[in-house]
C-alpha cells in the first residue's frame, strides 16, 4: 500500500514503520553522544547532559468546499503534529543536534504516524550540518512566504504543487545550513537516488 505525500503527509503501515526506525534511530544516536561525552569527561569535568524539548501542534478544522457540481463538510486535522528535539553540547563551540517529528492525524483512527522532520547532526560557528529526513531547501523558501499555511487555502492545495523537488521531504538527506552574514544565509541538500526516488536531489535557498 502505498500513498503519495502530499501538503499534510501521508499515512500509512510503510510510513509508520519508518518513523519508528527514525525515531529509535536518533535516541539512539544522541544517547550514545551523551555516553561518549560523559566518558570523556570523566577525568572531573563537567558533564554534558542532552537537552531536549517535546512540542506539538493540534490543529483541527472543519471544513466546506464546493466545486459547483458537489460541495463537501469535512473534519481536517491540517498537519497536526508530535515531536521531540534538543542536543548535546561537546564543547563551547559544538554540538549535536536532533529532531524527531511525527504527523499526528486527530481526525482518523488506525494508522496515524507518519514521519516528518527527523534528523540527526552537527552545528557549530561554520553552520549545522545534519542528515535523515526533511524538506528540501526549496521546499522552505516557499513554506517561508505561505500565508495559509497547513490550511485548506495552503497555495499548494490549490496549484496543486506536488511534485519532486516543488513540495518534498526526501529521505537520505544531508542538509547543510550556513551561519547568518549581515543576515544573508544559506542552505544547500543533497539525497542520493535512493532517498529522491530516480535520481540524485540537489536543493538550496538563500
Known amino acids: 500500500d502505498q500513498r503519495v505525500e502530499g501538503p499534510v503527509g501521508y499515512v500509512n503501515a510503510a510510513g509508520k514503520e519508518q518513523a519508528m526506525k527514525i525515531i529509535s534511530t536518533a535516541a539512539l544516536a544522541v544517547m550514545l553522544v551523551g555516553i561518549t561525552s560523559a566518558v570523556s569527561n570523566a577525568g572531573g569535568d563537567e558533564i554534558a547532559v542532552p537537552s531536549i524539548k517535546v512540542y506539538g501542534l493540534a490543529h483541527v478544522s472543519l471544513d ?9 463538510l469535512y473534519l481536517s486535522s491540517n498537519n497536526s503534529r508530535l515531536g521531540a528535539k534538543g542536543g548535546v553540547k561537546l564543547s563551547d563551540t559544538l554540538e549535536v543536534v536532533y529532531q524527531m517529528e511525527a504527523l499526528v492525524n486527530l481526525d482518523e483512527s488506525g494508522d496515524v504516524l507518519a514521519t516528518r522532520n527527523s534528523y540527526v547532526g552537527f552545528a557549530c560557528p561554520a553552520g549545522k550540518l545534519i542528515g535523515g529526513r ?16 497547513d490550511r485548506v487555502g495552503d497555495y499548494r492545495n490549490i496549484a496543486g504543487i506536488g511534485g519532486k523537488g516543488f513540495d518534498l521531504r526526501a529521505n537520505n538527506i544531508v542538509i547543510y545550513e550556513t551561519p ?8 544547500l541538500a543533497y539525497a542520493p537516488e535512493d532517498g529522491a526516488e530516480d535520481a540524485d536531489l540537489i536543493s538550496g535557498n538563500v
Open 180 to 187: 547568518s552574514c549581515g543576515g544573508l544565509a544559506a542552505t
Open 134 to 149: 526533511n524538506d528540501t531547501p526549496f521546499k522552505l523558501a516557499g513554506i517561508a512566504t505561505e500565508l495559509f499555511i
Open 64 to 72: 466546506y468546499t464546493d466545486n459547483e457540481a458537489d460541495g463537501s
